[in-house]
């Protein structure tokens, strides 16, 4: 059973070839910083590798939110957090931190992901064991405090 702590992934390095033209981090690689912590979670919950093969059904990522907080160089490690904020039969919606090794975070991300049957492709429920496995998750994290920057939206805020 996942720990009430949020899932927290092993160290990932930030690769030369992710650096952009500023000399830092490109913005599309915090994605795959934060996509690299989901897939060491989802065997958690049933998913991984052979999942699509033995069942005909995957997951896809219908929104996802990233607030950029402090830049990543080269050679930096991170880990990544998820939280599980709410579910039901057919979606989850994740809270993601990707922490420096030194301790700041550098990144959140917010995802709402759905369980699709690739046969239409639909979006199907997920079967008893994995539903059960994201539930244990959730019930393991609803204790948490909501994370501040979960549930921001974006916009230019115009006084008066």
Known sequence: ???TAPFRSDLLT??????????????????VL?????DEAYPQFGFGPDYLAQTGCTTYVAEFHICYVRELHEGDR????????????????????????DGWLAATGEALTLHVDQSGPK?????????????KMF???????RPE????????????
């Open 78 to 101: 991170v880990y990544g957090t998820i939280q599980m904020l709410d579910y039901d039969k057919k979606r989850f919606h994740m809270y993601q931190e990707l922490w420096h090794e």
């Open 139 to 145: 019930e393991a994290h609803k204790s948490l405090p």
């Open 34 to 38: 934060m996509d690299q912590t989901a």
């Open 149 to 160: 920057r979960a549930g921001r939206s974006i916009g230019i805020k115009r006084k008066g």
């Open 14 to 31: 930030v690769l030369p070839e992710w650096i952009d033209y500023n000399g830092h981090l490109n913005m599309a690689y915090y994605s």
């Open 1 to 3: 059973m996942p720990e």
């Open 123 to 135: 979006v199907a429920p997920m079967p008893a064991d994995v539903l059960a496995n994201v539930g």
